[in-house]
Protein backbone atom coordinates (compact mmCIF):
# COMPACT_ATOMS: atom_id res chain seq x y z
CA UNK A 1 0.00 0.00 0.00
CA UNK A 2 1.61 3.23 -1.02
CA UNK A 3 2.62 5.63 2.05
CA UNK A 4 0.27 8.37 1.76
CA UNK A 5 1.70 10.73 4.49
CA UNK A 6 4.08 13.79 3.65
CA UNK A 7 8.17 13.17 4.65
CA UNK A 8 7.62 15.86 7.28
CA UNK A 9 4.56 13.64 8.95
CA UNK A 10 6.56 10.73 8.60
CA UNK A 11 9.27 11.88 10.67
CA UNK A 12 7.85 13.61 13.71
CA UNK A 13 5.72 10.26 13.63
CA UNK A 14 8.69 8.57 13.81
CA UNK A 15 10.42 11.21 16.12
CA UNK A 16 13.54 11.95 13.91
CA UNK A 17 16.13 14.67 15.16
CA UNK A 18 17.51 15.53 11.89
CA UNK A 19 17.13 14.40 8.36
CA UNK A 20 19.83 15.24 5.75
CA UNK A 21 18.98 15.21 1.79
CA UNK A 22 22.58 14.88 0.03
CA UNK A 23 22.49 15.54 -3.51
CA UNK A 24 26.07 16.39 -6.02
CA UNK A 25 25.16 16.61 -9.59
CA UNK A 26 28.81 16.22 -10.71
CA UNK A 27 28.64 12.19 -8.93
CA UNK A 28 25.44 11.08 -9.14
CA UNK A 29 25.36 11.29 -5.17
CA UNK A 30 21.47 10.72 -4.06
CA UNK A 31 20.91 10.25 -0.21
CA UNK A 32 19.32 10.73 3.28
CA UNK A 33 20.99 10.36 6.31
CA UNK A 34 18.50 9.89 9.56
CA UNK A 35 19.36 10.50 12.74
CA UNK A 36 16.49 9.21 15.37
CA UNK A 37 17.90 9.79 18.70
CA UNK A 38 21.23 11.21 20.16
CA UNK A 39 20.40 10.85 24.08
CA UNK A 40 23.55 8.43 24.52
CA UNK A 41 26.06 9.87 21.84
CA UNK A 42 26.10 10.04 18.25
CA UNK A 43 23.78 8.46 15.64
CA UNK A 44 25.93 5.36 14.82
CA UNK A 45 24.51 3.09 11.57
CA UNK A 46 25.66 1.94 8.07
CA UNK A 47 24.67 2.84 4.65
CA UNK A 48 22.48 1.06 2.51
CA UNK A 49 22.86 1.49 -1.36
CA UNK A 50 19.51 0.27 -2.99
CA UNK A 51 17.87 1.34 -6.16
CA UNK A 52 14.21 2.30 -4.23
CA UNK A 53 10.99 2.66 -6.51
CA UNK A 54 11.21 6.09 -5.63
CA UNK A 55 12.07 9.10 -2.63
CA UNK A 56 9.28 8.28 -0.59
CA UNK A 57 10.63 4.77 -0.12
CA UNK A 58 14.17 5.23 0.58
CA UNK A 59 12.74 8.08 3.01
CA UNK A 60 10.44 5.43 4.71
CA UNK A 61 13.51 3.00 4.76
CA UNK A 62 15.89 5.45 6.46
CA UNK A 63 13.55 6.12 8.72
CA UNK A 64 12.51 2.96 9.72
CA UNK A 65 16.03 1.55 9.98
CA UNK A 66 17.68 4.62 12.20
CA UNK A 67 15.20 4.43 14.63
CA UNK A 68 15.60 0.60 14.84
CA UNK A 69 19.44 1.75 14.85
CA UNK A 70 18.16 3.59 18.19
CA UNK A 71 16.63 0.83 20.59
CA UNK A 72 19.62 -1.45 19.45
CA UNK A 73 22.22 0.26 20.91
CA UNK A 74 20.09 1.45 24.04
CA UNK A 75 19.30 -2.58 24.67
CA UNK A 76 23.19 -2.79 24.05
CA UNK A 77 23.69 -0.68 26.28
CA UNK A 78 26.38 1.78 23.93
CA UNK A 79 26.98 4.95 24.49
CA UNK A 80 25.57 5.82 20.84
CA UNK A 81 22.56 7.10 19.27
CA UNK A 82 20.33 5.93 16.29
CA UNK A 83 21.47 6.62 12.72
CA UNK A 84 21.28 5.44 9.41
CA UNK A 85 21.92 6.60 5.80
CA UNK A 86 20.79 5.32 2.14
CA UNK A 87 22.09 6.03 -1.53
CA UNK A 88 19.65 5.68 -3.84
CA UNK A 89 21.36 3.59 -6.81
CA UNK A 90 22.69 0.53 -8.14
CA UNK A 91 25.37 -1.21 -6.18
CA UNK A 92 26.33 -3.36 -9.15
CA UNK A 93 26.42 -0.48 -11.50
CA UNK A 94 26.91 3.05 -9.74
CA UNK A 95 29.67 3.06 -7.43
CA UNK A 96 32.57 5.33 -7.77
CA UNK A 97 34.90 6.54 -5.48
CA UNK A 98 34.22 10.10 -6.03
CA UNK A 99 29.82 9.09 -5.11
CA UNK A 100 31.68 7.92 -1.76
CA UNK A 101 33.93 10.87 -1.60
CA UNK A 102 31.30 13.39 -2.16
CA UNK A 103 29.22 11.57 0.35
CA UNK A 104 31.61 11.76 3.29
CA UNK A 105 31.88 15.07 2.87
CA UNK A 106 28.34 15.44 4.02
CA UNK A 107 29.00 13.21 6.91
CA UNK A 108 31.94 15.37 7.54
CA UNK A 109 29.67 18.47 7.63
CA UNK A 110 27.25 16.69 10.46
CA UNK A 111 30.20 17.18 12.83
CA UNK A 112 30.35 14.06 14.39
CA UNK A 113 26.80 13.64 14.67
CA UNK A 114 26.35 10.40 12.47
CA UNK A 115 29.09 7.60 12.40
CA UNK A 116 28.54 5.47 9.25
CA UNK A 117 29.43 1.86 8.16
CA UNK A 118 28.66 -0.87 5.82
CA UNK A 119 24.91 -2.35 4.98
CA UNK A 120 23.39 -3.56 2.35
CA UNK A 121 25.04 -2.41 -0.94
CA UNK A 122 28.11 -1.31 0.63
CA UNK A 123 31.49 -2.62 1.58
CA UNK A 124 35.14 -2.38 3.34
CA UNK A 125 36.42 -0.40 0.29
CA UNK A 126 33.57 1.93 0.27
CA UNK A 127 34.32 3.05 3.88
CA UNK A 128 37.98 3.93 3.10
CA UNK A 129 36.57 5.96 0.01
CA UNK A 130 34.35 7.86 2.97
CA UNK A 131 37.32 7.73 5.40
CA UNK A 132 39.35 10.00 3.17
CA UNK A 133 36.91 12.96 3.33
CA UNK A 134 35.66 12.04 7.35
CA UNK A 135 36.71 10.29 10.23
CA UNK A 136 33.20 9.50 11.06
CA UNK A 137 33.11 6.13 9.22
CA UNK A 138 33.83 2.37 11.05
CA UNK A 139 34.10 -0.92 9.44
CA UNK A 140 37.08 0.18 7.60
CA UNK A 141 40.28 -1.94 6.37
CA UNK A 142 42.03 -3.23 9.46
CA UNK A 143 45.35 -2.78 7.41
CA UNK A 144 44.41 1.43 7.90
CA UNK A 145 43.12 0.33 11.94
CA UNK A 146 40.43 -0.34 11.29
CA UNK A 147 37.75 -3.36 12.28
CA UNK A 148 37.11 -4.58 8.80
CA UNK A 149 33.83 -6.15 7.23
CA UNK A 150 31.40 -6.24 10.00
CA UNK A 151 29.44 -9.49 8.02
CA UNK A 152 30.79 -12.34 10.38
CA UNK A 153 30.19 -10.59 13.38
CA UNK A 154 26.65 -9.75 12.68
CA UNK A 155 26.14 -13.41 11.00
CA UNK A 156 27.42 -14.81 14.20
CA UNK A 157 24.82 -12.79 16.82
CA UNK A 158 22.32 -14.29 14.72
CA UNK A 159 23.98 -17.08 14.39
CA UNK A 160 24.03 -17.62 18.83
CA UNK A 161 20.39 -16.11 18.51
CA UNK A 162 19.57 -19.38 16.34
CA UNK A 163 20.39 -21.73 18.98
CA UNK A 164 19.35 -19.47 22.38
CA UNK A 165 15.74 -19.80 20.72
CA UNK A 166 15.94 -23.47 19.44
CA UNK A 167 16.99 -24.15 23.13
CA UNK A 168 13.72 -22.42 24.38
CA UNK A 169 11.57 -24.23 21.18
CA UNK A 170 13.10 -27.42 21.45
CA UNK A 171 15.10 -27.87 24.33
CA UNK A 172 18.45 -27.92 22.92
CA UNK A 173 20.13 -25.41 21.45
CA UNK A 174 21.89 -27.82 18.45
CA UNK A 175 20.93 -26.69 15.48
CA UNK A 176 22.16 -30.67 13.56
CA UNK A 177 19.70 -31.24 11.51
CA UNK A 178 17.67 -28.07 11.89
CA UNK A 179 15.51 -27.11 8.37
CA UNK A 180 16.77 -23.74 8.42
CA UNK A 181 15.58 -20.97 5.63
CA UNK A 182 18.46 -18.08 5.11
CA UNK A 183 16.34 -15.20 3.04
CA UNK A 184 19.02 -13.30 0.75
CA UNK A 185 21.51 -15.67 1.85
CA UNK A 186 23.76 -14.39 -1.12
CA UNK A 187 24.65 -11.12 0.48
CA UNK A 188 28.03 -11.23 2.78
CA UNK A 189 25.44 -11.85 6.09
CA UNK A 190 23.91 -14.59 4.74
CA UNK A 191 26.74 -16.20 3.11
CA UNK A 192 28.62 -16.30 6.30
CA UNK A 193 25.46 -17.36 8.53
CA UNK A 194 25.75 -20.42 6.41
CA UNK A 195 29.03 -21.27 6.77
CA UNK A 196 27.99 -21.41 10.58
CA UNK A 197 25.38 -23.26 10.19
CA UNK A 198 26.75 -25.66 8.16
CA UNK A 199 29.51 -26.16 10.38
CA UNK A 200 26.90 -27.34 13.05
CA UNK A 201 24.87 -29.74 10.21
CA UNK A 202 21.94 -27.47 9.97
CA UNK A 203 19.70 -28.45 6.40
CA UNK A 204 19.81 -25.46 4.84
CA UNK A 205 17.24 -23.81 2.07
CA UNK A 206 18.90 -20.50 0.62
CA UNK A 207 16.89 -18.23 -1.38
CA UNK A 208 18.16 -14.63 -2.58
CA UNK A 209 16.77 -11.70 -5.51
CA UNK A 210 20.14 -12.27 -7.81
CA UNK A 211 20.58 -16.19 -7.75
CA UNK A 212 23.72 -16.59 -9.43
CA UNK A 213 25.28 -15.58 -5.53
CA UNK A 214 23.76 -18.56 -4.21
CA UNK A 215 25.84 -21.22 -6.83
CA UNK A 216 28.52 -21.34 -4.19
CA UNK A 217 26.38 -21.75 -1.15
CA UNK A 218 25.05 -24.85 -3.35
CA UNK A 219 28.70 -26.27 -4.00
CA UNK A 220 30.15 -25.81 -0.17
CA UNK A 221 27.59 -25.95 1.84
CA UNK A 222 24.73 -28.05 0.05
CA UNK A 223 21.95 -25.74 -0.18
CA UNK A 224 18.98 -26.00 -1.85
CA UNK A 225 17.60 -22.90 -3.13
CA UNK A 226 14.33 -21.68 -3.03
CA UNK A 227 12.10 -19.27 -4.83
CA UNK A 228 11.36 -15.80 -3.44
CA UNK A 229 7.91 -16.55 -3.76
CA UNK A 230 8.19 -19.90 -2.00
CA UNK A 231 10.59 -18.91 1.16
CA UNK A 232 7.36 -18.49 3.41
CA UNK A 233 5.74 -21.67 2.22
CA UNK A 234 8.81 -23.78 3.67
CA UNK A 235 8.18 -26.24 6.02
CA UNK A 236 11.12 -24.96 8.28
CA UNK A 237 12.54 -25.01 11.64
CA UNK A 238 13.91 -21.64 11.18
CA UNK A 239 13.38 -18.85 9.12
CA UNK A 240 16.11 -16.62 8.82
CA UNK A 241 15.81 -13.49 6.54
CA UNK A 242 18.94 -11.70 6.22
CA UNK A 243 18.21 -9.14 3.62
CA UNK A 244 16.71 -6.25 3.48
CA UNK A 245 14.01 -5.52 6.48
CA UNK A 246 9.88 -4.89 6.37
CA UNK A 247 10.08 -8.02 4.59
CA UNK A 248 7.63 -9.90 7.46
CA UNK A 249 4.14 -8.43 6.81
CA UNK A 250 1.30 -9.92 8.55
CA UNK A 251 0.63 -12.22 5.65
CA UNK A 252 4.07 -13.60 5.56
CA UNK A 253 3.94 -14.36 9.33
CA UNK A 254 0.59 -16.18 9.07
CA UNK A 255 2.09 -17.96 5.99
CA UNK A 256 4.82 -19.37 8.16
CA UNK A 257 3.04 -20.35 10.98
CA UNK A 258 0.95 -22.37 8.85
CA UNK A 259 3.91 -24.22 7.61
CA UNK A 260 5.34 -24.87 10.71
CA UNK A 261 8.24 -22.49 10.64
CA UNK A 262 8.75 -22.51 14.78
CA UNK A 263 11.89 -19.73 14.98
CA UNK A 264 12.18 -16.64 12.88
CA UNK A 265 15.81 -14.48 12.94
CA UNK A 266 16.32 -11.22 11.28
CA UNK A 267 19.79 -9.65 10.55
CA UNK A 268 18.03 -6.57 9.59
CA UNK A 269 17.41 -3.13 11.72
CA UNK A 270 13.84 -2.59 11.09
CA UNK A 271 12.14 -5.77 12.39
CA UNK A 272 11.67 -7.45 15.22
CA UNK A 273 15.27 -9.18 15.85
CA UNK A 274 13.82 -12.77 18.01
CA UNK A 275 10.09 -13.99 17.96
CA UNK A 276 8.45 -17.45 17.80
CA UNK A 277 5.54 -18.72 15.95
Same mark, same amino acid.
Given at each position: ?????????????????????????? &? %?????? /???????????? *? #??????????????????????????????????????????????????????????????????????????????????????????? &? %?????? /???????????? *? #??????????????????????????????????????????????????????????????????????????????????????????? &???????????????????? #?????????
Amino acid at each position: MENTQTPFELIDELEHEQVVFCSSKE &T %GLKAII /GIHNTSLGPALG *G #TRMWQYANDMEALVDVLRLSRGMTYKAAVAGLNLGGGKAVIIGDSRTQKSEQLFRAFGRFIEGLSGRYITAEDVGTNVKDMEYIMQETRHV &T %GIPEEV /GGSGDPSPVTAY *G #TYVGMKACAHEVYGSDSLNGKKVVVQGAGGNVGKHLCKFLHKEGAILFVSDMYEDKLKPLVDEFKATVVGMDDVYKMDADIFSPAALGALL &TDVATVTMAITITRITTATQ #TNVSILFFL
